[in-house]
């Protein structure tokens, strides 16, 4: 790997850094706050859903592998926190 | 077969993967110890609970009967008979039996002592007192 | 055969099978119990014929376990046994140690037996699968050190495969959780914790390595696919089973005294225990659709797959069925749990013992497969028996589901033994699939004295 | 061994490091996956209990440590991006770097930890306690198996056992902390944070 391939490498890592770290406090803001409801609930899941996509995709490698680990990782990320946002909307009554 | 998926990987993470998980197993079992006395009541396991314990183990009634669901399932739950049908009616039934009714499942006769139908009788009242989590889900067990 | 040594195996293969038949018998016993209560009392009650059929079952898998390790480990250590000699002594040791013991249990009421055999200074008795009296576990664990020392001597000098350490660290691991066994404390919660400790870590751990080396070397014998690929399969599969199981023994701990966490710890890693029983089944097929030599032995190669296929069944999917803790709370201690530990042992460690002496027995009488005669038999047993198992769980699961709505669901529960009246049709089928099972053992059997035209060893 | 020729354009048929430690990812995020739903479906049950038990949590320290990790993971990219140019004592010093960063996550949690248990809390306490401190714990583990797996890369790497080519160990143990990363991405919200 030479070096104009090695930025090419680490420049989308070190942006996706620090998107993660603007997300995380973000995250953190919106707990401090104490917010709660559906809307939050779903921003801040939302949030997490795409924070662990970049790390799958940019941190791990995945972006650069065949569609089908992508796929797993995604298809269980979607069911965990699908299932998870279910559980949250039956608990509001 | 990937060129990149080897066996010595495979094997680290045999060997990791179950030290992992079997400190973690320990570490459970370490909280679950340190939790039991509130669950077990073990201060009202007398003498004459561990006699009794002894006797059941000795006259192998776990090879008909279940006791908090373990055991065999030819015969009734034994871990709540005392709610279900309190002392007196269980040195009463191990007294009669068999019942040498045709064709009916028979239990043998043990010839057990009156200190000794006590000692049973002990050993699963002390055993319906344990908080399993609400199990059985009624009383027929 | 390559090695002379290997021949100590075949007294292991001829006595696991005929306590195996025994075991069988004891059963028939048993499930006619079910439907005529007082069939053959007092001479044999219930609780005897279950100690009997359970011990059996125990002892002849051990049995065939230590065949397959003699068999299996100086062809994977190309070398000689470290003592063939004392592994003939131990085979005699330990047979007439269990065969004593089933005499006890026939002979003597077991409270006597309990006293004649010391369990007043230690008591170890009287627990579901550890009925045997003192001096037997004692027996138990001696054989077990000579064993382990025999076969741990043998791979030191020889080669070192991925097979043979599995293998070694599933038996060592089946003598050190045995010493559970011997830990009896009157309090009955701390009893059944660490009891779980001989039973689960046996079934659902350690046996587990053994089974999947036993496979592997089958696999690599039949197929002839490349032992890096195989050992590769089999490191992860054992891995999956590790990670899922050691904590998987939490879905015992539900309602047992312990604290409530195990519920969700139970649940949550016992629901993944099929993973690895999947993997083992896809893992059988994929070799053998890979393979890369036609082997005489057909029967052995049916085995195989059946041993993927039902230990799925038996101990996966029958397992998943009432391992979450909302559903166990009902099918916990019912005809359920007889229907699984009914599928899952025949599937996962009948089998696997049985794809070994169906590779191994040939070569010890010195041919590398038997007559296609005797291996159509062979066969035919092979499905009488898997096909009554099935049947044999369907029934016990269909009397268990009743069991339960009967006796633990509903405003009116009915009483035990009502309960069981109501479920007698079921108990009745059961035990015709149970003679069904007895032909297909005795079909196998005869297979071994089926004459016809076989193959030597070049 | 393999020879690594790929360029970051190229599509790979196999995710970076060796597929046996994605099986172990999988198995893992498989366990981690249906505990977190697990969580949820327990929430759902006893919501009150869960939000007031959940505003004693120190959401400060949740989303440092949130910090430290993400950092600590793209310390590991540097990594994996040092060794594939055949730099193996900067490869090592990134990796340093990431096992600190696991050293300050475990030292806040274990601060976190002792709060929790000096105010008498325990896995029986309730049901938020018990799913709060198994997770926690259950990933606490993973950071510290992480942490180990990144010691034994990172003394091969300064014995100078990896070179351009050949550094599959260094993918698979970054692949590892990754994971223990975005497993704690998804923990600290759900845990902490949402209600």
Known sequence: MDTAQKRRFIRPCTFVWLLLMLLTVTTYLIGEAGLGGIAVMLAVLGTAVVKVQMVANYFMGLRRTRWLWRGIVLGWLLLVTGLITIAYLTAIK | MSETFTKAMARNIFYGGAVFFFLLFLALTFDTIQTLPKRDHRENITDSVVRGKHIWETRNCVGCHTILGEGAYFAPELGNVYKRRGGEFIKGWIKSQPTGAPGRRQMPQFNLTDQQLDDVVEFLKWTSEIDTNKWPPNIEG | ?458 | MTTDTTTPDEILATPPGDLAIWFFIFAELLAFGVFFVAYAFARARHVALFNESQQQLDITSGAINTLVLITSSYFMVRAVAAIKQGLSRECARWIVAAIGLGGVFLAIKLAEFHDKFSAGISLSTNTFYMFYLSLTIFHFMHVILGMVILAAVMLKAKGGGYSAENHTGVETGASYWHMVDLLWIILFPLVYVIH
Do not use: C
């Not at chain 3, 004692?138 to 000098?157: E, P, Q, R, Y």
């Not at chain 3, 002496?357 to 010890?364: D, E, H, Q, R, T």
């Open chain 3, 1 to 458: 055969m390559q090695f002379k040594s290997q021949a100590v195996a075949k007294p292991y293969f001829i006595a696991a099978i005929a306590l195996f038949a025994g075991q069988i018998l004891f059963g028939l016993i048993m499930g006619f119990q079910y439907v005529v209560g007082d069939f053959l009392f007092p001479l044999i009650p219930f609780n005897v014929a279950r100690m009997v059929h359970t011990n059996l079952l125990i002892v002849w898998i051990l049995f065939g376990f230590m065949g397959a390790a003699y068999y299996l480990i100086p062809e994977e250590a190309e070398t000689e046994l470290f003592s063939p000699k004392l592994a003939i002594l131990m085979f005699w040791i330990f047979l007439v140690a269990g065969a004593l013991t089933i005499v006890g249990y026939l002979t003597v009421p077991y409270a006597t037996l309990a006293a004649m055999t010391g369990n007043d200074m230690l008591a170890t008795m009287g627990r579901e699968f550890l009925e045997q009296p003192l001096p037997t576990k004692i027996g138990i664990v001696i054989v077990a050190l000579a064993f382990l020392f025999n076969i741990s001597m043998t791979v030191l000098k020889g080669r070192k495969t991925s097979i043979s350490l599995v293998l070694l660290l599933g038996l060592w691991g089946l003598a050190i959780f045995f010493l559970f066994s011997f830990y009896n404390p009157s309090n009955l919660v701390l009893d059944k914790y660490f009891w779980w400790w001989t039973v689960h870590l046996w079934v659902e751990g350690v046996w587990e390595l053994i089974l999947g080396a036993m496979l592997a070397f089958v696999l690599i014998k039949i197929t002839g696919v490349d032992r890096e690929v195989i050992e590769k399969w089999l490191y992860v599969i054992i891995a999956m089973t590790l990670i899922t199981g050691i904590i998987g023994t939490g879905h015992h701990y539900f309602w047992i005294g312990t604290p409530e966490y195990w519920q969700w710890f139970g649940s949550v890693f016992s629901a993944l225990e099929p993973i690895p029983f999947f993997m083992m089944t896809v893992f059988a097929f994929n070799m053998v659709n890979r393979r890369r030599r036609e082997h005489p032995n057909k029967a052995a190669t049916l085995w195989a797959l059946g041993t993927g296929v039902m230990a799925f069944l038996g101990a996966g999917v029958w397992g998943f069925l009432h391992t979450l803790a909302p559903v166990n709370f009902y099918t916990h201690g019912s005809q359920i749990t007889a229907a699984h530990g009914h599928m899952a042992f025949y599937g996962a460690y009948v089998m696997v013992n049985l794809t070994m002496i169906s590779y191994a027995m040939p070569m010890l009488r010195g041919r590398s497969a038997n007559s296609p005669s005797a291996q159509v038999l062979e066969m035919w047993s092979f499905w009488l028996m898997t096909v009554s198992i099935v049947f044999i769980t369907l029934f016990l699961t269909a009397a268990g589901i009743l069991q339960i709505w009967l006796q633990r669901m509903g405003e009116t529960p009915m009483s035990f033994m009502a309960a069981q009246d109501q479920i007698m049709l079921f108990y009745w089928l059961r035990e015709a699939a149970g003679f069904v099972f007895l032909l297909g053992l005795v079909l196998y059997i005869w297979s071994f004295f089926k004459k016809g035209e076989v193959q030597t060893v070049a």
